[in-house]
């Protein structure tokens, strides 16, 4: 007895230890703490019948098990043959017996129903495939981690998109590019022996919000990935996460064929590159038989691609389309391009992919950053979106905040998301939303996608910053179900992260909603952008203007001089605005009525420009820099106030980090305003808070060793 109490009482430190790291994610399990709640849920399930032996229903025992046993705190028994109260999962197949009238819609749907069947009450889960059980699974627990009643359920659930897709910059020496939370989580060395639990928890985390592949390896691809060895290594992954319901996917290198198979050229129409295509896809197949695909950045920033052979992206695209089809595999695109000798980066990616549409295979997506230029706190929609029918247009989001404070800076970043994929693109009339381009409805294409560029790593928490784990939650659950709100899905994880505790949820709530407003308006107010340092991209560096190419310096982009600040996007400028449907054009032409948000991304105005504040552009800046700094104060504020409700360990690094933003936008502020002063020769407005350093001193801070560069 005393060996089984010391025991239980070393376990139980053991876990309060490791318990609140971060490790666990949004699906920490921890028991229920409100006692009525876990009675009422201890009635409903008391144990637990899962039908069928797959991989992947395997899992979703493992998980069931795992979830209910800590959140019920009790053992839950694992049956052969449900009695009452148990909880059923097991594919449509599997459960025919029961003669459900509901069913579930589509390979990755899921339904939950409570039902009573000869006199007991089964609480049942079930989908068309073991995915479906398996994202059902993941559905219910939330529903007891987030305290909603399960007694009387009846839930439906479908994904919206079809591809739901981490993209990895991870390099194979494990160095991440853009990457703040440590290096990667992929031990390329040691795989394919060795596999890391964190492959595992990994997997399960993205089984939880839905996401469904996983591009291994950077964009900026090493062609190393495609030779034997590490296709062995790629197996093993692809072997851990398949019970998942996860594919991988890799970058590839369009010059390959040269660097790794001795080819004297990668054109994609001589006939021995295709070959090789074709054989480097039968190979992988071999070993990976559901292997998704590849992703492929070409002729961009340096990169390989069909036009250093005088062939165009289709071409590229369809030969690796080609390579892969016989299998099922699909190709996907990247439509990130732009040209130093162009007048306006903003318009390259459209000038290049508009007159391809209708020229690739089925078995291509493109896939699209949500705005023109590159992952800024604000852009308007890429005007691509909409522009281009005959292609299944992929979203490529950026979870990892290489231009939203890197690893420092708490920014939820679902609302951008969801300001994205709201946006009207007018392509066929009001409402056509970049969602309804990117689910394939508006065109009725069968082929959909939404990646996000990963923000993890190895860091114990994953990705660095607690709350980056929110990004990438959000985006799991918006590729689900873009129709769930910000704040809903902020709940959500807050629930699970955190507590159930109303204030505490509401609080954290507000900090997070806040903080992409706030991230805009101390970085870039009024439709500035990419005015940040060249290279790593930390901070602000407004006055660069020596950077290999014009394009990649913040002088292109905000264009001040003694007249004025912005961009002129209109008819009198570059003209980018004609990319746009005509009633997008019209929000955005006029510059008294351009809304705010994106005034200096389409015009360049005085600096008395009279601003629908009353106020002139010069004191709407200031205001706007003030604005981001005192709600990075009110964050703070508000998580001071949360101390008593927090763990300390995961308390103490939000708090650090929330000092190192607060520090961070004053920062940005003060170089900002100094900088645009020497142009605008203006005053601050009375009540401003005198910057504490020179321009000369900001301008000569060098940040050497900055991460991700
Ligand atoms: C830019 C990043 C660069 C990426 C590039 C891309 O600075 O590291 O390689 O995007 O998306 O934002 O290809």
């Known amino acids: ?14 876990h309060l230890l490791h318990a609140e790291d971060g490790y666990d994610l949004w699906l920490r399990y921890n028991r229920i703490d409100n006692n009525d709640l876990l009675i009422s849920y201890r009635k409903t399930i008391t144990a637990i019948h899962v039908a069928g032996q797959s991989p992947t229903m395997g899992a979703v025992k493992k998980e069931l098990e795992l979830g209910l046993n800590g959140l019920l705190d009790t053992h839950i ?13 097991g594919t449509l197949e599997a459960l025919a017996d029961l003669k459900l009238e509901d069913k579930p819609t589509g390979p990755e749907g899921f339904l939950i129903v409570s039902k009573v069947i000869d006199g007991k009450h089964y609480t049942i889960i079930t989908g068309n495939t073991a995915a479906g059980v398996l994202y059902g699974t993941f559905h219910l627990l939330r529903l007891l981690q987030t305290h909603q009643p399960i007694e009387k359920l009846h ?49 399960r985390a993205n089984a939880s919000v839905g996401i469904n592949g996983t591009v291994l390896n950077n964009v900026n691809a090493n062609a190393t990935v495609l030779t034997a060895p590490y296709l062995q290594k790629v197996a093993a992954l692809a072997n851990v996460l398949r019970p998942y319901g996860i594919r991988v996917y890799l970058s590839a290198r369009f010059s390959a064929p040269i660097e790794i198979g001795r080819l004297k050229t990668a054109d994609p129409l001589n006939d021995t590159v295709r070959q090789w295509w074709q054989a480097k896809a039968k190979e992988i197949y071999q070993l990976i038989p559901d292997f998704g695909g590849f992703l492929v950045k070409a002729n961009s920033e340096g990169q390989p691609g069909p036009q250093s052979y005088g062939r165009n992206h289709a071409d590229g695209a369809n030969m690796m389309a080609d390579a892969v089809a016989p299998f099922g595999g699909i190709v996907i695109w990247r439509a990130f391009v732009y040209d130093p000798q162009a007048n306006d980066r ?33 852009e308007p ?22 231009y939203l404070g890197q690893g420092t800076h708490l920014v939820y970043e679902a609302p951008l998301f969801k300001e994205v994929l709201d946006a009207d693109t007018h392509a066929k009339g009001p409402n056509s939303t970049v969602a309804k381009v990117i689910d394939g409805s508006l065109y009725e294409h069968t082929l959909s996608g939404i990646a996000g560029v990963s923000n993890v790593g190895n860091e114990r928490n994953w990705t660095g910053h607690l709350f980056g784990q929110a990004n990438w939650y959000a985006l799991g659950r918006l590729a689900w179900d873009y129709n769930l709100t910000s704040e809903q899905i902020a709940t959500e994880w807050i629930r699970q992260t955190f507590s159930n505790n109303p204030a505490v949820v509401a609080s954290i709530k507000e900090i997070m909603l806040s903080s992409r407003e706030a991230v805009v308006n101390y970085m870039t107010p009024l439709g500035l952008h990419h005015i940040m340092g060249n290279g790593h991209h930390y901070g602000p560096a407004p006055w660069s203007n020596k950077a290999p190419r014009p394009d990649w310096d913040p002088v292109y982009y905000h264009k001040a001089d003694a007249t004025g600040i912005g961009f002129d996007r209109t008819a009198s400028g570059t003209n980018a605005l004609e990319q746009y449907q005509p009633a997008v054009r019209k929000l955005y032409a006029d510059s008294n009525t351009c809304s705010d948000q994106y005034l200096l991304w389409f015009h360049h105005v005085s600096w008395q420009h009279k601003m629908h504040s009353g106020r002139t552009l010069w004191n709407e800046l200031c205001h706007k820099y003030q604005q981001g700094v005192d709600s990075v104060s009110a964050m703070q504020h508000r998580w001071e106030q949360l101390k ?6 995961r308390f103490h690094q939000v708090q650090m980090l929330l000092a190192i933003q607060h520090k961070d936008a004053i920062w940005w502020r003060n170089v900002c305003l100094l900088y645009f002063q020497t142009f605008s020769k203006m005053p601050f407005p009375a009540n401003y808070e005198k910057p504490d350093h020179t321009l000369e001193y900001y301008q000569q801070q060098r940040f050497p060793y900055a991460p991700g560069n």
């Open 381 to 402: 929609f890429s005007p691509l979106f909409g522009a281009m029918p005959q292609t299944p247009l992929m979203m490529e989001f950026q979870l990892t905040q290489e």
């Open 644 to 649: 008593s409700h927090i763990d300390p360990e």
């Open 1 to 14: 007895m005393r060996k089984t109490l010391l025991l239980l009482s070393l376990l139980c430190v053991a």
């Open 155 to 203: 839930i439906i659930s479908t994904p919206r998109v079809k591809l739901r897709l981490l993209n990895h910059w991870d390099n194979l020496n494990r160095y991440v590019e853009r990457g703040y939370a440590g290096i990667s989580i992929w031990n390329w060395h040691t795989l394919p022996d060795y596999i890391d639990d964190r492959y595992i928890d990994y997997a």
């Open 77 to 89: 028994a694992v049956t052969n043959k449900p009695a009452n109260n148990t909880l059923i999962a």
């Open 346 to 378: 903003f318009k390259q990616a459209y000038a290049e992919f508009t007159p391809l549409d209708g020229k690739f295979r089925k078995n291509v997506l493109v896939q699209v950053k949500n705005g023109p230029i590159d992952f800024q706190p604000r």
